[in-house]
């Protein structure tokens, strides 16, 4: 018992030493900071225990801001392209349909264009052609479709197609409407009181005149070519 009694001396006394010392050294903090220092002398930065005076007002007011460098705001999208849709659009027609035949055949404002209730022929590069009765006309920009109807083997069979399709080669009115439809989409002709039925003879007809007409554009080519050539022959004589 005599032993841990003389510990606990010793650690009260270590603790009394140090509650002196921390006062010491607070007091001496105190005096150091209260004595005026000019900061020409600490070039660098402050040595321990010191701390730099604070500048006065008038100092303050002599310093210059740092310019910051300003870098000007991105071009806005808006600015650069007002509706990058239609600018999209344009450019894809471009390619797809260089000569704008498929756009007039299927615009509004033309009287000579294609209209719901005639028959179209639509020619691929595949060699499935199909024939049929417009339905509908889907405008929608790239997205134009038409549907057909046909009858094949006596069921009806109808397919869209997409105008600007690097599939199909060419669209081809054989035959229009003779008044005009007062609906926009004739999906009533699917019922068999107004069903159209094969249109395979109308084409077939269509095509043989169209046989003649180029036949007849090329007798008059010949005979063109035969008439020059002896005008030719007569004046070399």
Not at 104 to 127: C, P
Not at 142 to 159: F, K, S
Request: aromatic content about 6%; proline content about 7%.
């Amino acid at each position: 018992m005599a032993t841990s009694s003389k510990s606990m001396r010793s650690l009260s006394c270590w603790k009394q030493i140090l509650r002196q010392t921390r006062a010491v050294r607070q007091q001496q903090f105190r005096t150091l900071n209260t004595t005026p220092i000019s900061i020409s002398r600490f070039p660098g930065p402050p040595p321990p225990g010191l701390s730099r005076p604070r500048a006065s007002q008038q100092d303050v007011s002599n310093r210059q801001p740092k310019k910051m460098k300003v870098y000007p705001p991105p071009p806005s999208a808006r600015a650069v392209c007002k509706d990058p849709i239609a600018a999209v659009t344009e450019s894809q027609l471009g390619k797809l349909d260089p000569t704008r035949a498929r756009t007039r055949l299927f615009t509004r404002s033309n009287l000579d264009a294609a209209k719901v209730g005639d028959i179209l022929l639509v020619r691929t590069k595949n060699g499935d052609d199909f024939a049929g009765v417009c339905l509908n006309i889907r405008r929608s920009g790239i997205d134009t479709a038409i549907l057909l109807r046909n009858n094949l083997t006596r069921v009806g069979v109808e397919m869209w197609y997409k105008i600007y399709s690097p599939n199909v080669e060419g669209i081809e009115v054989v035959q229009r409407r003779e008044k005009r439809a007062r609906r926009a989409r004739l999906y009533y002709m699917r019922k068999p009181k107004h069903d159209v039925g094969s249109v395979e003879n109308i084409v077939r007809q269509y095509q043989r005149q169209r046989a003649m007409l180029r036949s007849a554009d090329v007798k008059s080519r010949d005979a063109n070519s035969t008439k020059k050539k002896n005008n030719k022959r007569g004046s070399n004589k």
